[in-house]
T-cell receptor
């Protein structure tokens, strides 16, 4: 079974631009969660999608958005990039997305905002 | 906001020694999980312990959970250089997302 795939692996953008990150979950997994990881803040929860619906949302500004497609693939978008958005963005999938399951993580997208 | 906090933030040991990491959390949980992250990569699930369990083993890993103290510990016995990584605890409740702690950076010297 293929693991969680995130693309691209690395991304360099400039302030004010927007970016779209992609995540393909493990086959059969319907829940996709996104996390932002920075050295100072650790892993911060962005949002979680299940069956194309956003089910949970973290404390991030509206510039951060996401969606999930019928095949469970998910994208997250960050608009009007700021320097502080530089981080490793991690996607994780699970079967049902409850807090009782283990998560399977992708390798992440390293975003650098210049 | 972080639910869990790991202690210590960083740990350096020699190969063959045991490594112990602690995690404290704030609210009631259904389970607590430990994950490992190699530098700049995704997290890998290590072990899940449910709130009604006190101890769990998996290979060289031993996890304890004390719900009265809202704390957990991860023990890695006979450490190897390949165990060098960051270790995170994560707490879960029924319909809520997993919330991760701040992590412990473990360095195992050969």
């Amino acid at each position: 079974k293929a693991g969680v795939t995130q693309t691209p692996r690395y991304l360099i953008k400039t302030r004010g631009q927007q970016v779209t990150l992609s995540c393909s979950p493990i086959s059969g997994h319907r829940s996709v969660s996104w996390y932002q990881q920075t050295p100072g803040q650790g892993l911060q929860f962005l949002f979680e999608y299940f069956s194309e619906t956003q089910r949970n949302k973290g404390n991030f500004p509206g510039r951060f958005s996401g969606r999930q497609f019928s095949n469970s693939r998910s994208e997250m978008n960050v608009s009007t990039l700021e320097l502080g958005d530089s981080a490793l963005y991690l996607c994780a999938s699970s079967l049902a997305g409850t807090g009782n399951e283990k998560l399977f993580f992708g390798s992440g997208t390293q975003l650098s905002v210049l | 906001s972080q639910q869990g906090e790991e202690d210590p933030q960083a740990l350096s040991i020699q190969e063959g020694e045991n490594a112990t990491m602690n995690c404290s959390y704030k609210t009631s949980i259904n389970n607590l999980q430990w994950y490992r992250q190699n530098s700049g990569r995704g997290l890998v699930h290590l072990i899940l312990i449910r709130s009604n369990e006190r101890e769990k083993h998996s290979g060289r890993l031993r996890v304890t959970l004390d719900t009265s103290k809202k704390s957990s510990s991860l023990l890695i016995t006979a450490s190897r250089a390949a165990d060098t990584a960051s270790y995170f605890c994560a707490t879960g409740r029924n319909t809520d997302k997993l919330i991760f702690g701040t992590g412990t950076r473990l360095q195992v010297f050969p």
